[in-house]
């Protein structure tokens, strides 16, 4: 099979495993995810071999993987759409098949299979748990099979095609289908439980939320296709097109390039959950824990900052290498400022899952922070440890309140949160593996130094800042690495480390193999997918393995980047920004007993600086508020209707008008009535000489004959 | 054989009416007879269309299967018939939701034939309106259409059936009155009711009418034809005996209203103005373009306000609707441009695909209405659990309604809105900020849909449809069958649209 036919197959079969649960096999839960699993492996398979043969194309850059076909008719030319595997596909391509199929494998075991349906589980709802007895004749409470088991693959499966759709595509429109598709299918998966109604509110919120980025990049593809006549990124990427976009002008003085880059942008911010656009991605935690990884980690999230990427030679198209251009300090700003901004939040969060949605919004902020400043490879570099080590945090995290869970079933106590992680505590000697793996992921978030993928992504964005001269991007980039290593070891230690705080933290259990081994996988990544990335210069370890990922994914772009040189300053930042912040926040957090005794539980950060309170004043109710009053109320019901309305009386008016005025007194009264009046009248008047006497009649036809013979002497004769 | 070969047009544009004058001649208390009689007859037409589709040469400019008859010679008006590309998908529009509309009418029992009858002879107004060559007979069948339809409305509609009916019927009609004028005004001058003669001279026409100048004159008669168009698609503000009518009208009656009479008045704008008024219709343009923008903000906030079911989904329509006529202004503005050819691929496309996603979802309603007897959002809610293959097959279709990528609403309104934008670009700046406004619609199209989807299958269940004489039942195979091929096409048109779109797109550009 040809590579080109084969990244044609790669998104269906996870299509096919949708329409098959959904229409056939929805009944059986192991044939559903039997068909779930075996389409992420299909994928994943079909993932590698081209991943493997990407890497044996010398120039892939210049020649990369590309096929397409007629799709669209437009007036006398087609829109056409193709796959295309670059070197920035193929790496996305890499991380991203590794993902799905190891979250599609932990959802078995999250979504309890092998255990008995619920005593009181309604579909809409988390399982909450069965009663067995067993040979002793004592009974106990188990995890339950989550009710609507069949339809979480069947989503996941939409999902992933959606996600594959976009990476292979070679244009903006298919990228934007697989987008959406993403949309609907966080959509459908934080409202899984759609029978809370928080859950329910999450997902409207979250499909809403990055509704209003999609507009925007849905006007920036609709800016760009009218102004090239293409959408096809190897067609828009040329010199002479790229040239031609970045010198006309605009609107607000942005050149054309600057303003389509700036609308598709606001696509990601949606996408990717950034400041002002963030407030979907914390609530989306209402959707199960696989959805979570699915979304913050290998997908949705990445799908974004990914765009961005794509997009990048028409976000820099007008840029000269001196002083950043209006649309990339946007970027910039936007991203230094969420990165920090999200770190805060996160510090004073207690639910395990928020503080890592919270942690997920600041490292995208890194990547559109690298991407303003011109650092794509860094970006792209930060990209794929992150989705790795991220999706571990989420996984480990949904390890840790399954085990969490089965403490609340033993003690049956239904009012302990099992997300709290004050609730937590002394998990590192029930639950190893997770906490082992868990270890791993945190400190590659945190960046500790050398040995984690996240310190070598991280650290070359530092660099890159701090080498090309933006140091407002470096100082605020450093200070939210500062915390988010703080952060994340106060979540290590209040969780994992130190006594139990509860009963049920007590009793939590290990998770099955279904759940650990995706766990083991990733973490593997997690450490060693810094190494492909080592900077040449970098003292003692610099050289001693090629910089591949830098060589690889920079040569998609026809210029290539240039690698920085050493200086110790940014690497000794994230060193001691890292290393820092973990130290600090296992010295205080070991000697927090209780959520009383934390002095970072402060209201305005607990609250996220109630942004969500805010966005309801002033966004959300006023929107409704304009719906119902002014434009249903007011001008239909009210206006239009009202002169709609009007013509009724009018007419009627009219009418009765022309009866009581016309057509009663003139017409009837007058004409109709009068005319017979005046006959009767006459009549009344005549019969006087009706007598019936002849000599009258003689009489006056005397008179008669002698006034007409009068006249007609009078008149004609004479 | 040989015969229908040779009057293909005819045969499908009067099967229905023949079939409702058989039917005429049934027994009364058939019901079952009445249902599928009708079910039949409606299919013959669906059929020969098909036959019709395959046969259609796309790349042959003008129309074809043309037919001409003497009606009216003495004012020289001919039944003359024919289709082209645009008129061939909504020919094809009317002759397969008609059928599905009746199939949906199935759990109708009262007055059965008459229902039937008017059903057959509704469906025989609209694909004349379709297929006329001939102003005066275009007149004819758009003004046939509104009787059954009225009838419709008024002996099987629900509470407010009345006002609902006598508003949408004088407001139609209302809004026709200048067209007949205009269409008098045309015929007198040519001396003949011939489209295309028509089209050929009016256009170029300049010399003075009765001592008025043929500028001033012609505007006026664009305006007369516009407004009679702009009531039916509906064009805010001209809109609201829509939602009336919608909610009022019996299910299978939601259905057609919304899935092709909407359109015979874009097909006005399409066949009749643009062609007739070039030179109007780019003047006023820009007006055209602000009313669509207003149409698409004002009905998606309209919508967003309701909170009964069947409103919010008739509400949608004037949504949708916008998007058709912003894609003929923009095309107005810029016609024979690449941008106003993929404007106009886009309306046209949109009127297709919105007449199968507001049937479904009107059908939809129905459903859930004729079960529960309730169409207030606040009285339902949390019914998924109880009803699985409906909530699925609601949500599919409220996200092609939505305009979901990967479903056929995103794609006519992906070209709507880049011809129009394209047209802003490079011709007409201010399209570019109509455009722009429009997509604060495209976003309140979520978030009147995704309130539907929550208000009616989301959140804590309501135990009132959960047990006992209120228990709600799933939807039914009957049920399933209308909604299949709706979805079937939904789908296959989001996925591959170059099927229909090349039709469409040979079409425009010839028009164009």
């Not at chain 2, 009057?7 to 058939?30: G, N, R, W, Y």
């Not at chain 2, 059929?47 to 008859?69: C, H, I, K, R, T």
Request: include cysteine; hydrophobic fraction near 55%.
């Amino acid at each position: 099979m040809t590579t080109e036919t084969l990244i044609w197959l790669i998104p269906l079969p996870p299509l096919l495993a949708f329409f098959l649960i959904v229409l056939f096999t929805n009944k059986s839960k192991a044939l559903s995810h039997t068909i779930g699993v075996g389409a992420a492996a299909l994928s994943f398979i079909g993932s590698m071999v081209v991943f493997v043969r990407a890497l044996g194309v010398e120039h892939l850059g210049e020649s990369p993987f590309e096929s397409a076909v007629n799709w669209l008719p437009t007036g006398d030319t087609w829109f056409r759409i193709g796959v295309l595997i670059d070197p920035l596909g193929a790496a996305v391509l890499f991380f991203v098949a590794i993902t799905i199929l190891m979250i599609f494998l932990y959802s078995v075991g999250y979504h309890n299979y092998g255990q008995p349906a619920g005593d009181h589980d309604v579909k809409g709802l988390p399982p909450h748990g069965a009663t067995i007895t067993d040979e002793h004749g004592h009974k106990h409470v188990v995890p339950s099979v989550e009710p609507m088991y069949s339809r979480f693959f069947a989503f996941l499966g939409l999902f992933a095609f959606g996600m594959y759709t976009l990476v292979v595509s070679d244009n903006l429109l298919t990228l934007f289908v697989g987008w959406e598709i993403m949309g609907l299918c966080s959509y459908l998966l934080i409202g899984f439980w759609y029978g809370k109604p928080s859950a329910r509110d999450a997902a409207v919120k979250a499909f809403m939320t990055t509704r209003i980025g999609d507009v925007f990049m849905l006007l920036g593809i609709a800016f760009l296709y009218s102004a090239t006549g293409t959408l096809t990124f190897r067609e828009i990427f040329t010199e002479e097109t790229l040239h031609a976009l970045a010198s006309t002008p605009a609107w607000f003085g942005m050149t054309t390039s600057g303003f389509i880059a700036l609308l598709l942008f606001i696509g990601t911010v949606g996408k990717s959950a950034q400041w002002p656009l963030h407030v979907w991605l914390p609530d989306a935690m209402e959707g199960p824990t696989p959805v979570s990884a699915m979304i913050h980690a290998a997908t949705m999230v990445s799908a974004g900052v990914y765009a961005v990427i794509r997009m990048f030679p028409l976000l820099t198209a007008d840029y000269t290498g001196h002083g950043l251009t209006v649309t990339m300090s946007i970027v910039a700003f936007i991203g230094a400022f969420t990165a920090l901004f999200a770190a805060t939040i996160a510090v004073a969060q207690n639910d395990i899952k928020r503080v890592l949605a919270y942690s997920t919004i600041s490292q995208l902020g890194y990547m559109i922070a690298a991407l303003g400043i011109g650092a794509y490879v860094a970006a792209a570099f930060h990209l794929i440890t992150h989705a790795f080590f991220k999706a571990l945090l989420f996984l480990g995290s949904g390890s840790v309140i399954h085990g969490m869970e089965h403490g609340v079933l033993h003690t049956g106590n239904h009012h302990v949160d099992p997300q709290d992680m004050y609730n937590m505590g002394g998990l590192r000697k029930k639950m190893p593996i997770t906490f082992w793996t868990f270890l791993i992921g945190g400190f590659a978030l945190a960046g500790f130094p050398l040995v984690t993928a996240g310190f070598w992504s991280k650290d070359e964005i530092l660099a890159d800042a701090f080498g090309h001269g933006h140091l407002a991007v470096f100082v605020t980039l450093a200070i939210a690495a500062f915390l988010t290593a703080f952060y994340t070891m106060r979540q290590i230690t209040l969780t994992f480390l130190g006594e139990p705080r509860t009963e049920e933290a007590k009793h939590a259990q290990e998770t099955p193999w279904t759940m650990t081994t995706p766990l083991i996988v990733l973490a593997f990544f997690a450490v060693t997918y810094g190494w492909v990335g080592i900077p040449e210069h970098f003292p003692l370890l610099g050289g001693l393995v090629p910089n591949w990922f830098h060589e690889f994914v920079g040569s998609t772009l026809a210029e290539h980047p240039e690698a920085i040189e050493f200086n110790p300053i940014p690497l000794l930042t994230s060193i001691g920004v890292a290393g820092g912040g973990l130290i600090l926040g296992w010295l205080y957090y070991r000697n927090v007993k209780s959520v009383s005794e934390d002095k970072f539980q402060i209201p305005l950060l607990k609250n996220k600086y109630y942004f969500d309170e805010a966005y309801n004043f002033l966004f959300v109710k006023p929107a409704y508020w304009f719906a119902e009053n002014i434009v249903y109320k007011f001008l239909d019901k009210g206006v239009i209707d009202g002169i709609l309305h009007a013509f009724g009386p009018f007419t009627q008016g009219t009418g009765s008008a022309l009866r009581n005025y016309i057509d009663l007194p003139v017409i009837n009264r007058a004409i109709g009535d009068g005319s017979a009046e005046i006959t009767y009248w006459f009549g009344g008047k005549l019969r006087a000489i009706q007598t019936g006497r002849v000599q009258q009649y003689l009489m006056l036809a005397l008179v008669t004959f002698i006034v007409i013979g009068a006249a007609l002497y009078f008149f004609v004769l004479a | 054989m040989n015969f229908i070969a040779t009057h293909l047009l005819s045969t499908i544009l009067f099967f229905p009416a023949v079939a409702a004058l058989v039917m005429l001649f049934l027994p009364k208390d058939e019901t079952k007879l009445h249902k599928w009689f009708a079910l039949g007859a409606s299919l013959v037409p669906f059929v020969l269309s098909l036959v019709l589709w395959f046969n259609f040469d796309p790349a042959q400019p003008g129309y074809q299967f043309e037919e001409m008859y003497t009606w009216y010679a003495a004012i020289g008006s001919s039944l003359h018939l024919g289709v082209d590309g645009l008129s061939l998908s909504m020919v094809l529009l009317t002759t397969l939701l008609t059928p599905i509309a009746i199939l949906a009418s199935f759990s109708i029992n009262d007055r059965t034939k008459a229902y039937m009858i008017l059903f057959l002879f509704l469906e025989t107004g609209m694909l004349g309106v379709f297929m006329a060559l001939d102003l005066l007979i275009f007149f004819v069948f758009w003004e046939v259409g509104l009787v059954p339809m009225y009838f419709l409305i008024n002996q099987w509609g629900s509470a407010n059936r009345n006002y609902a009916s006598m508003k949408f019927m004088i407001y139609t009609m209302g809004g026709s009155l200048g067209l007949l004028l205009a269409v008098q005004l045309l015929g007198v001058l040519f001396k003949t009711y011939d489209l295309q003669v028509i089209t050929e001279q009016w256009a170029t026409y300049t010399a003075p009418i009765g001592g008025i100048p043929a500028s001033t004159f012609k505007a006026v008669a664009f305006w007369a034809f516009v407004i009679a168009f702009a009531v039916k698609v509906p064009l805010w503000p001209f809109h609201t005996w829509l939602p009336d009518a919608h909610t009022e009208a019996p299910t299978a009656g939601s259905m057609i209203l919304a899935g092709v009479l909407l359109k015979l008045g874009a097909y006005g704008f399409l066949r009749l103005v643009l062609p007739l008024y070039p030179e109007e219709a780019k003047y006023f343009a820009g007006a055209l373009a602000f009313l669509a923008v207003a149409a698409i903000v004002f009905g998606a906030f309209g919508s967003y306000a309701q909170t009964d079911f069947k409103r919010l989904v008739a509400y949608s329509s004037v949504n949708h609707m916008g998007f058709v006529v912003l894609g003929i202004a923009a095309a107005a503005y810029a016609a024979g441009t690449a941008d106003a050819h993929i404007a106009l691929n886009g309306a046209i496309l949109q009127m297709f695909n919105h007449g199968l996603s507001a049937a479904g979802m009107f059908f939809l309603v129905g459903v859930i209405y004729e079960r529960t007897h309730t169409r207030n959002l606040e009285e339902l809610g949390g019914l998924f659990p109880l009803v699985p293959v409906y909530g699925g097959i609601l949500i599919f279709t409220s996200m092609a309604s939505l305009g979901l990528p990967g479903l056929n609403g995103f794609i006519s309104e992906f070209l709507v809105v880049r011809g129009a934008f394209g047209v802003g670009v490079n011709s007409v700046p201010v399209m570019a900020i109509y455009t722009a406004v429009a997509m604060l619609g495209l976003l309140f199209t979520g978030a009147y849909i995704l309130k539907g989807i929550k208000k009616v299958l989301h959140g804590p269940m309501n135990e009132h449809w959960a047990h006992g004489e209120h228990k709600l039942t799933e939807i039914n195979a009957r049920e399933v069958i209308v909604m299949v091929p709706l979805m079937v096409l939904i789908l296959w048109i989001g996925l591959y649209p170059a099927w229909i779109l090349d039709v469409i797109n040979k079409a425009v550009v010839v028009l164009f």
